[in-house]
């Protein structure tokens, strides 16, 4: 999914300061290896086109609607982070090796403006905003709530050819927490934290009447 620039202006907060894990946290240990997969069932997709296969796959298990066996290189009946990752180094890279940084706002459309409570995250009148962040080309990005893998068990993307991702998480009344974990072909991975404050639109309208 190709992401507009101008949706993503410079001056968005780099949230590099707000770093759940440090750089010591390793990632898990497969029982597979990328010797041991059999990379000709990608040979005719390009490496997004094959990642955004896994994304549409993760996670489910062996019997889903969704499972599709093709993603399950570790053979352990089921598609989660182990797979994305065997398949990251088994996959040619999107682009050259940078830090590995993440940057993430709401959409402008979506954001909440006005004396409004303010968090790190951000505000929200939308019950389903859209999350823009951009990274590592190429890297696999999960999310959920929580700062371990068991618990990053919402949707997947992955970060296209200039680094750009989204989600759409949905909102309940007050801070929501939203955490993503980046993991690249380089084998780093880095976790953020991203609160967003949703207020229903009712209570933006009585704390901004409309002048008449």
């Known amino acids: 999914m190709r992401l507009e620039n101008r949706r993503f202006a410079p001056g968005v907060e780099s949230l590099e300061g707000k770093q759940l894990l440090s750089a010591g946290l390793r990632m898990s240990r497969s029982t597979a290896t990328t010797s041991s997969v059999d990379a000709s069932a990608f040979s005719g997709e390009s490496t997004l086109e094959a990642l955004q296969g896994f994304v549409a796959a ?3 298990i062996s019997g889903g609607p969704r499972y599709n066996p093709v993603y399950d290189l570790n053979h352990n009946g089921q598609i989660g982070q182990d797979d994305g990752r065997i398949l990251l ?3 040619p890279p999107v682009g050259p090796r940078i830090p590995l940084n993440v940057q993430l706002k709401i959409a402008p459309e979506d954001q ?4 409004l409570p303010q ?6 009148i939308s019950r389903q905003p859209t999350v ?3 990274t590592q080309p190429g890297a ?3 999310s959920g709530t929580g700062t371990t893998d068991l618990k990053l ?9 200039n680094g750009y991702f989204e989600f759409t998480p949905t909102m309940t009344d007050g801070i929501n927490q939203f955490d993503i974990q980046v993991v690249d072909r380089y084998g780093r991975q880095v976790l953020r934290a991203f609160p967003i404050f949703w207020t229903n639109f009712a209570q933006y309208e009585a704390a901004h009447p409309r002048m008449t």
């Open 153 to 161: 068990r919402g949707p997947a993307a992955v970060a296209d050819e």
């Open 112 to 115: 909440a403006r006005g004396a």
């Open 89 to 91: 180094r088994l996959l």
């Open 58 to 60: 993760y996670p489910s």
């Open 132 to 134: 823009i962040g951009r």
């Open 119 to 124: 968090n790190s995250g951000g505000v929200t």
């Open 140 to 142: 696999l990005i999960f």
